[in-house]
């Protein structure tokens, strides 16, 4: 019950947000967009209050066992799934380059450690070595900065995923962003006596990979740290058998939580700006004597900025 609340609530923010034309021409959806928070909130407290009808002398503490680690999963998976799809919406680099550095890193590091591995990085794994370590570093940088040259060039892998009312279809077609247009970068003095050039071409996202493929090998591996901790608690080897002799799903997705975690964080933060499309579609929903005062506000303020000439005031 709690799964399917958390779900409710998550992805029908994402319905709001993507498909604004297409709630506009249902009313019935119209009430379940404008108050979604407030039933999202209802069921949750529906739930609750079972949960405390339902408890059972002498079986207290089970229960609430339980009942704490039903939220803690739900935290966990369903909430940073819900990011991994906001990623993919913002484009399909965003979620191909941070998970192919992870799988990278997982590779190089394994590789690098059983060669050249000698000094242990931590108890809870002892197989990790720094040499694994550091070397699955600079093998997914460089990685993560071939491998985004390339998805650069396509419109399919960098253009955010929109819903077209009109074709009732997501298209990912669009005027590429400045993040996937090739610049002109000049070289650092250092590198450019070793490397003999003093320019350089290349796309802007792939200073943004060098950031994510930072972030895939020094942190990421802490969450494979985490499920190692975890596993050894609870005494046991695998999550489950699904794959052999590499352990269960979640067995192979212990770093990638985390990764879209920052990802979203990234993408919030340092990239995404204004949504003209976004805000556009907002505007529409409003009532028309609201669409109106926004208008004139919106004029009046271009007016005041220079933009529009005074004489089509009024």
């Known amino acids: 019950y709690f799964l399917l609340c958390v779900n409710y609530f998550f992805y029908g923010e994402t319905v709001a947000d993507y498909f604004a034309t297409f709630v506009q021409r249902r009313e019935q959806l119209q009430f379940l967009i404008r108050y979604h928070r407030f039933i999202s909130f209802a069921l949750y407290l ?9 408890l059972v002398k002498k079986h207290y503490r089970l229960q609430f066992y339980m009942f ?3 939220h803690v999963t739900l935290l966990i998976t369903v909430t940073q799934s819900h990011l991994v799809i906001q990623n993919l919406f913002e484009g399909m680099i965003w979620f191909l380059v941070p ?19 000698r000094t242990p990085l931590i108890k809870l794994s002892p197989k990790k070595t720094w040499e694994g370590f550091i070397g699955g570093f600079f093998s997914t940088v460089v990685f993560g900065f071939i491998f985004s040259y390339f998805l650069a060039q396509h419109q399919y892998f960098v253009c955010p995923v929109e819903y077209n009312s009109e074709t009732n279809r997501f298209v990912t077609e669009c005027e590429p962003s400045e993040l996937f247009q090739m610049k ?3 070289v650092p003095p250092l590198l450019q006596a070793v490397l003999g050039w003093e320019t350089v071409n290349m796309y802007p996202f792939q200073m943004h990979s060098i950031a994510l493929s930072t972030f895939a090998s020094l942190i990421g591996p802490f969450g494979g740290f985490f499920a190692s901790g975890f596993k ?17 799903i979640m067995d192979r997705f212990d770093c990638q939580y985390l990764m879209a975690t ?8 340092f990239i995404r700006g204004p949504n003209p499309s976004k805000l556009l579609k907002q505007l529409l929903i409003l009532q028309p004597e609201q669409q109106l005062s926004v208008y004139k506000t919106l004029k009046s303020h271009l007016v005041e900025k220079g933009i529009l000439q005074p004489s089509l005031r009024g």
Request: hydrophobic residues 45%.
């Open 46 to 54: 529906t739930g609750f209050c079972m949960f405390v009808l339902s």
């Open 99 to 117: 998970i192919s550095s992870v799988i990278c890193n997982d590779i190089t590091a394994y590789i690098f450690g059983f060669f050249f591995g």
């Open 232 to 248: 050894r608690a609870f005494k046991i080897k695998d999550f489950a058998d699904t794959i052999p002799g590499h352990g269960g």
């Open 262 to 269: 920052f990802v979203h964080v990234y993408i919030t933060s």
């Open 184 to 186: 002109k970068y000049a």
């Open 68 to 70: 704490a680690w039903t």
